[in-house]
Structure formats: C-alpha cells, structure tokens
C-alpha cells in the first residue's frame, strides 16, 4: 500500500477548501443589451416606478426584467468605436424630489454635466416618452473619474470633480433643483485639466469628515470650513507617474481602523494598488504600497494581469462585510494602437477582499484581494457600477463602454453564460 506524505494530504487539504469556497462565490449572467457604443458608462434604477429595475445607458432606458423593450431619453447618436462619446459617465438621482429618479450625465471633459428630468406619470403610462427635459448641472466638468457622494454631511449627494484647474465639488441648492450647480474648491489651483485622471474621495484621517483624493494625495476637509480656505494638502505619491487612473477610495482594507486608499495608478497603462496607511513613531500618518495586479503576471500570486484600469467600484460583492473592487479592462481607450495591449480580452474582475489572521485575537492580518472573473469580453469604460439592479439583495453589474452595454446579473448556484 503506497502511503501519502503527511505534508501531501495537508496541501490537498487545503486546495480542497479553496476549491470548494470558490465553487461557492457569486455566479454571473451576462446579457449585452446593444452592441453600439453610446457611452463610456452606465447606471441603473426603477425609471417607471413598476417596481423592477432598470438600466440607462447613453440616451436609452432598458426597462427590466429582461431589458428588451427600451426608450430614449434624448436623440440617439451612436459612436464609432476608434473615436470618442461625449458621455463620459451616468449617475441617478431624485434630482427635484418628486418621487421620479432622474439622469444625470457627465458629458466630454471640460464640457458641461447635465441632468434630465424624468416625465413620471408620462413615463409609467405611456408606451414611449422621446426625449425628456434637460436642466445644466455643472457648466464646465473635468477630469476623467467625476464621482457623485455625500461630501458635505447633509444626506445629499455632490458632484466630485476638477473645474477651472481646481479640485472640489459642485453642490445644489436643492430648494431650486433646476438652479447651476455651485462649484466648491477644495484646492489651490494646480495641475488639473480636463482629462486629468484619478480622483475619489473617503474619510482619510476618520475625523468623520469626506476627504478629497487624487493622484498626488489627499485634501483634509477641515472641521469648520469657511468656503474660500483651500483644505490642507497631503502630498502622497498615489500613482507612480502621477498620471492617476479611475475612481479612488478610502476604505480600511486591513481591519486596523484606519482608512487605506484604493486606486488604480494608470488608466492607459497598467497597476492596480492598494496603500496601507502606517502610523510612524511621530504620529504621522505613510503609505505603504500594495500590489493587486501589475503589469506582469507574475506581480500577484494569481497570474491576473490586464490593461487601462479606468473604472473602479467599490462594493460588498459577496456579503462578507467587507467591500470589495470591481475593475477591468476599457477597451480601445485611445483606438486599436493606442496605450497599452489596446487589444487584449476586454476583461471585467471583481477582486474579493480576504483578510488572513484576526486582530481580535491579537495576531498579525494580511490581505489578499482574489480575483474573480465576471466577464471576458465587456471591460469597463470610464465608470463601472455594481449594486442591486433586480431586487435580489446581491449586487449585479452593469457597464457602457465601447463594446456596448452589459449587464451582469447574480446567478448564484447556476452556471454564468451569455
């Protein structure tokens, strides 16, 4: 009888579980609901109040559960592929709090960002309303990764972006919902232009107050802000040719109670990191870089690597409790010949957050973001959006980009297809 070394059974042992807990992750159906290149984002929500979400993407609405039957919100202009959309990213919002969600669209960079109204009733008892009214937000929008959060505190959402070569926000004067949006800056004037990359936000020094963060560090909001003072700046190097990426966020990867940052260091080149915030003996707070995927594969311990990381989400994918990152490839940023591996799988990932030890019984915690494929050939575009799109309590996934629009429904315990 051939006898198994000890050591043998152990690492069968343990590949066994990881098989096993892998077979257990979230599942995916894809379903491409156009394969024309409208946008380079998308979002979703219940338009029509019929209790089922729905996915807008560029000028169209799908209207769920099974996205077949769509409208538009304003004339149709498709793209061609090798060239640019001028909607640069989509967002939700009740934005004239009358029970109806709106759409509001970030359009080319430096240009304006636009709100439209939803028609309500009209919409839900219809069968087609073309073309809704249309209110400016924001009059001048750069940047590249705009993001929409509760900056001030007050429950509201507020515009993250650059303008005029400043980095801030635009709030509304939601007692006038059609009004221009103000534009706040955070910042003195820098080197932000329109196509700048890698913006984001997150309480980075928990004082319970929304920081600001870009490629070359972050902005401390300060406790009693006069509207004029630029914020304190931090200078951290969070993108190594400080091109910057996609969307940034702080989170506390590593469970030790402070906030980390999450970014992706080049939107045309490669690098997805993580920075651990370290406190030095004067108090100070570093940070210290972590690889998730490089530009080779062997930069992480599960052979991942892919290009022009443009879009970043940050969501609890699995419900574990920790959030987890949803990236992948923007196909053809710059056409066929442009940045790098134009041409590679447009790849869609999301990267599971797994903590190693526990700090509750004193020992030391590692991280490892396992990657997860979602989708071989979607990508991202400049925005990728995961949340519960039809009412199942787990978060799906949808994308615009040049490959058309996706979207990526949770089929846990059945086989993902097309």
Not at 57 to 77: Q, R, V
Not at 165 to 180: I, R, S
Not at 305 to 329: E, N
Not at 402 to 417: E, I, M, P, Q, S
Request: with cysteine; proline share 5%; glycine share 12%.
């Amino acid at each position: 009888m051939t006898r198994i070394p000890a050591l043998l059974l152990a690492l069968c042992f343990v590949v066994t579980l990881m098989v096993s807990a892998d077979a257990a992750e979230p599942a995916f159906k894809t379903t491409r609901l156009t394969d024309k290149f409208y946008s380079e984002g998308a979002h979703f929500g219940d338009f029509n109040r019929d209790g089922k979400g729905d996915i807008v993407s560029g000028p169209f609405l799908y209207f769920g559960p099974d996205f077949k039957h769509k409208d538009w919100i304003y004339e149709p202009k498709e793209y061609e592929p090798t060239k640019y959309s001028h909607n640069f990213l989509t967002f939700t919002y009740d934005m004239n709090s009358d029970g109806w969600l709106d759409v509001i669209q970030v359009g080319w960079p430096g240009k304006e960002t636009v709100w439209y109204e939803n028609p309500g009733d009209r919409l839900s008892k219809t069968a087609a309303v073309k073309g809704w009214n249309k209110h400016v937000m924001l009059a001048v929008t750069d940047s590249e990764s705009p993001c929409f959060s509760d900056v001030t505190g007050d429950g509201k959402p507020e515009l993250i972006c650059m303008s005029g070569g400043f980095l801030g926000y635009a709030e509304a004067d939601w007692k006038q919902p059609t009004k221009v949006w103000t534009f706040r800056r955070a910042s003195n004037k820098g080197p932000y232009q329109r196509y700048t990359h890698g913006i984001g936000f997150g309480d980075v020094n928990n004082d319970g107050r929304v920081d600001l963060l870009e490629a070359r560090g972050w902005w401390e909001q300060p406790k009693d802000w006069d509207g004029k003072t630029p914020w304190k700046h931090h200078q951290v190097g969070f993108s190594r040719k400080l091109r910057g990426g996609a969307q940034m966020y702080a989170y506390d990867i590593d469970g030790d109670g402070d906030s980390d940052v999450i970014t992706s260091l080049d939107g045309h080149g490669y690098g997805l990191s993580w920075f651990e915030q370290v406190k030095g003996e004067d108090g100070k707070a570093t940070f210290r870089e972590h690889v998730i995927t490089g530009s080779k594969p062997e930069n992480n311990g599960w052979g991942v690597k892919f290009s022009q990381i443009h879009a970043i989400d940050l969501v609890d994918m699995d419900g574990d409790g920790l959030k987890d990152i949803i990236t992948g490839k923007r196909f053809w940023a710059h056409g066929p010949k442009g940045d790098a591996e134009p041409n590679a799988p447009a790849v869609l990932y999301w990267f599971k957050l797994r903590r190693n030890g526990s700090r509750k019984k004193g020992g030391p915690v590692s991280v490892d973001f396992v990657p997860h494929l979602i989708h071989n050939d979607s990508g991202v575009g400049t925005q990728v959006i995961a949340g519960d799109i039809n009412g199942d309590g787990k978060p799906d996934v949808v994308v615009g980009n040049k490959k058309g629009t996706f979207v990526h429904l949770r089929v846990d315990g059945k086989a993902a297809g097309e």
